[in-house]
């Protein structure tokens, strides 16, 4: 760029009687021979232009276009090192007010800066994260600030994040019980809302879709076939409801179980505990199968693809029989004499049942007649002896 | 972005442009020091093992040791003979052209031997006996007896002579600042620029050249000392808001060398950058070695006073030893002094054991005391700076910016004699700016390595891919000659804005506001741009003259204002004719019109409007003004080219 220079003077209005002198068409006074010394940029930019040959129009061009390929090759400053999209996560007032006592209760991820990726932070991400946290909550970083100096409460419960996220084990434990998702477990939509929604056809995979892809992190077998789309054809949606029938979870519940009384020496004391908690996973193991389960069920009632491979397979049925019918003009005279036989013989079986009503109904008629008859009779005979 | 590792490639790792590992060497005849570039890539000047950042440029040899630095100085009291210093200044010279009638304190100069008028020295070294042949591993016939596997004991190492051409020593100096250097980084330094006095011819530029080469140092250029010293300036990345407000990107300065050995002084016209000498001058007689010889002679005089022991010093006398090793003794003791008397205002001492006759001494010495025992090197210093820059047709109220570079010129007394010869009272030197203490931009000790090094990054950053970036790179070291020639400026240029002279007001010479655009010694091509802001007239027009004028500098005497003392006091003796004082002043007059032009102001607000003026001259002389409301319409305005 051209450097441009301010200037503070403020020259004076014009004087009004000034008109432009008539140019002289001199020139400036001849010039001198000097040497340069070599050094400096601006010796090297004064070089260039003469080898080069350019204006300082095109100097500045070329200057610009320089910069801005080194500033692409080097990055603007930063020395290059990639933080794979980690640690700018806002710090709330509640998360940086953690307890670290209460560990088991922070959401290690948030901590961590990691919300937005979770489960699906890579070990190098966790480990960039907790650097950058590290760099900035250290408490030698807080010594000389004013205020509580011994603040390290956070840079605890970082540490702990960190503790309990690099090791694989504890991170799947952990993410069994991720309090994010275990929020989101409640929302499953119900078979009201899918039935009422203005479209219900797409509201099911909207809102079911994501769930399984949230349930899908913690099946043994991976890749997991998800819900898919509308159009997905009958063997892909029978895969679907196969593997989730049989889905087989890695979740477990250690996370949650109480700790042992570190202070109390009964040992009857540790095994009742240690037994409960045992059961309370397994209770909790069921009743995560039996949500699962449940999840899958209501979700095949409520599929809009069953339906619709119910309608295909009817329809194809159909166009089956169709064609046989539109096609019959062929078929022997002996099956049509055997279907007519049996359309004779139903039709006489109908006589049959029909002559049978009848007789029935006339043997009633003629019953009846004689009742009457027999009525009369004795009204005859009471009104004779009446008189 | 991650650069694939290549298994079994041997590529060199590419230059970190942001970091090269180059090295900037100041290269004095006394003193040496390094420079490198720190992590945020600004220079820094580093130690050497001895934790010494001026490295003393002595070669001493003791028995099978050789010593280099600050060590080899120590040698000069017991084992002159063996030790080589100066020897920059005989670099590329003849044997034939150096003189050798003076008297010295280290190993004299003699003609090789066996190369023709070629310099050398002569040492005495203990040489290392050829180390025993190894022990035999042959299988030895059956019946003589096996060979003894015990090494054979290294015999005593036995005296001899050795010469030395000054380009051998250069080397062996060389090579441990370069060790220095890579021992500091911890990498290999990919090239070094070094700083050569401006007075060097090009036979012993190519003689150090040859030197570094030897000692494995790529050189990227050989910097004239002024240069590397306007370098480290220009490129101060750290300026106090001070001198960049008072210091325009066109400035004169004055480069005040004051080493142990030489003064050199340089006047740079510095034009956005872009650096020329004015003029040059060197005078081997002023130095600290003048400085040092006062104050021994001042602590000589004390010591006797003190022990009755007559010493005779500076120079001692040829027959007593005893003497010359007393003065070699003070010598080295009186460096501390100085450097203590640059840093602090307080007393410095001196002391040496055993100075003579088993007698200790320790004296001390204050600011004034050693000013005024050293006052006749200022004078001298004062002298050649005026004879300078007269001789470049100037006057001192045109230098800007004074710059010392060396080790003398960092005591605060030049600054404060040079100060009161007749300079501006704001010019601006390292002192009045305050970048001298704690290692600051300013220092003088360390500026002429920090600029080579500045220097070289900017040389490590050069591409040499095509033909013309090849041209470039020669610029500024092979061929220099190719691209230094240019032409300059010999008059300012600016704009005149006339304006109504007030009533009894005297007659201003120029009619108006006088706006600088192109000062003289600018170099050619140039351009300059201006942004100011400017009064619009009833009319709602700008209008300007483009002149080209004379500068010169009034001189009129005053006298001094009288302090009226209150009270009717009467003053008493100090009566004396109060000597006017010289007051001087710039004058400006008018020389050539070489244009005017009038311009429509339309987005003047409460009269006021800013203006852009930009003004390019060829290299052929042609003016091309074009001047315009920021944003607003461009009025051009343009002159002939010179004999057109």
New interface residues.
Partial sequence: M???????????????D?T??Q??????????????????????????????NLS?EEHDKHAEEERKR?EAL?GNGTN?E?DLGVGDEEETEDLLSLDPKEWKKQDHYAVLGLSHLRYRATDEQIKIAHRKKVLKHHPDKKAGVAGETNDDAFFKCIQKAMEVLTNSERRRQFDSVDPHYESLEDEVPTEKEVKSAKDPNSYFFKSFGPVFEREARFSKKQPVPLLGEYNDGKEQVEGFYDFWYNFDSWRSFEYLDKEVNEGSDSRDDKRYTEKKNKSERARRKKEDTARVRQLVDLTLGLDPRIKRIKQEEKEAREAKKKGKTGGANGVSAKQKAEEEKKKAEEEAKKKEEEEKVARAEAKKAKAAAANAAKKARRAARADGADA | MAVSNQQNGSAEAPIDLANPTVVGINFGNSYASISVLNKQGNPDCIANEDGERQIACAVSFHGEEIYIGNQAKHQLVKNAQNTITGFRNLLGKKFSQIDTSKPTTSAPVIEHPEQPDTAAYKVQILQSAPLPLPASTTTTQQNTPLASRVATPRSEPTPATRILSVSEVTTIFIKSLLQSAEDFLGKKVQGAVITVPAWFTSEQKKALEDAATEAGVSVLQLLEEAGAAAVAVLSNPTAPASTTTSLSGDRTQLVVDLGSSALALSLLSIRQGLIHSLATLSDHTLGGDAIDSKLIKFFAKEFTKKTKIPLTVAPAPADSKQDQRAEAKLRLAVEHTKRTVSASSGAATCSVESLKDGIDYTGSINRMRFDMEVRNVYAGVGEQVKTLVSSAGLDLFDVDEIVYVGGSASLPGLDEHLAGIGFREDIVTPFSSGSVVGGGVGDPTTLLSRGAVVQAKLLAGLGESSEEEKEVKAAFHEKLENWTGVKVTSKSIGLVFPETSAEGQEENALGGQWIPLVLRETVLPCRRTVRFGVEVGEEGKVGFELWQVDESIKITLEKPPKFEPEDGEPEEEDEEEEEDIEVKDRIISKDELLGAALLESKKARNKKTTLEVQILIAEDGKVDVSASEVGGEKVTLAVPPIGA
């Fill in positions: 051209a450097h441009i220079v301010e200037l503070s003077v403020v020259p004076p209005p014009l004087r009004s000034w432009p002198p140019s002289t068409g001199k020139s400036i006074a001849p010039l001198v021979e000097r040497r340069l010394i070599p050094a400096g940029s601006a010796y090297l930019a004064h070089v260039k232009r003469a080898v080069h300082f080194l080097y290059g990639d």
